[in-house]
């Protein structure tokens, strides 16, 4: 899961994923007392609204990211918040356990959704709740079917040779069934439509949507790639976001 992201420019346009942030946190009940485990912190935007809801509690920050890390530890100086570089399918706390897991925007960038979950479930009190969110069955299917046609252009394939698409956009019943796999004994979960057009669509595109591409192109062939995904897909441009929710008790 660890990518190449820059943390300070995905803090700066990744204001659809802070918004879904916003709207999975108000599905979590907390007495304001609890350690909550950020799976996934990102820049620390969503870890920020978290923080307002625990006066006397803590969270520990977990990303696969030095780059964003470093981006959430300063947003986020002089809060009571842990941060920890890590897979999350090598999740270690330590045998400590946590109140609640929180996630967004993450668990679609991981493949492995039984080990993921059984990882989730380990770092959880009994009782505990995870509540997230992430890239569902659809998710960006219009953006991603533009991005494989022009990575097999002859100036884009000979550098893409081998690539395979990191995503896992799973559907709702199937997670229910690995949620409770993992041992979770009680589990929900479904799909949300959820369109958004950035206001800055080549930096969103290049930062939060095809890093994965962008890997693997030299450097002067980057801007060229994610300007020929854009060309190919409709004004104004839409990234058609499907949502996948979970909520879950260990």
């Given at each position: 899961m660890s990518r190449a992201w820059d943390g300070r420019t995905y803090d700066r346009v990744g204001t659809p994923q802070a918004e879904w942030g916003r709207a999975v946190l108000e599905?979590?009940?907390?007495?304001?007392?609890?350690?909550?485990?950020?799976?996934?912190?990102?820049?620390?935007?969503?870890?920020e609204m978290?923080?307002?809801?625990?006066?006397?509690?803590?969270?520990?920050?977990?990303?696969g990211s030095a780059s964003m890390l470093d981006a959430a530890r300063e947003r986020l100086a002089g809060r009571p918040?842990?941060?920890?570089?890590a897979d999350l399918l090598a999740l270690d706390l330590g045998g400590r356990t946590v109140d609640a897991v929180l996630s967004t925007a993450t668990f679609h960038w991981i493949t492995d959704h039984a080990r993921l979950?059984?990882?989730?479930?380990?770092?959880l009190r009994p009782g505990g709740r995870l509540v997230a969110q992430c890239g569902g069955r659809g998710n960006l299917d219009r953006v991603l079917a533009?991005?494989?046609?022009?990575?097999?252009?002859?100036?884009?394939?000979?550098?893409?040779?081998?690539?395979?698409d990191p995503h896992r956009f799973a559907d709702a019943p199937e997670t229910e069934e690995l949620l409770r796999g993992a041992g979770f004994a009680a589990a929900r979960a479904w799909l949300q439509e959820a369109p958004v057009h950035p206001p800055e669509p080549p930096v969103f595109l290049s930062?939060?949507?095809?890093?994965?591409?962008?890997?693997?192109?030299?450097?002067?062939?980057?801007?060229?790639?994610?300007?020929?995904?854009?060309a190919g897909l409709p004004e104004p441009f839409e990234a058609d976001y499907v949502r996948l929710n979970l909520d879950a008790v260990a």
């Open positions: 599905r979590l009940e907390l007495a304001g007392d609890e350690t909550v485990l950020d799976a996934g912190c990102g820049s620390g935007r969503v870890t978290l923080l307002e809801r625990l006066p006397r509690g803590r969270v520990i920050a977990v990303d918040v842990e941060f920890v570089e979950f059984a990882r989730l479930h380990a770092a533009r991005t494989a046609g022009v990575a097999a252009d002859p100036a884009y394939a000979p550098h893409l040779v081998g690539f395979v930062s939060v949507i095809l890093t994965a591409w962008l890997e693997h192109l030299p450097e002067d062939l980057r801007g060229p790639f994610v300007d020929a995904v854009l």
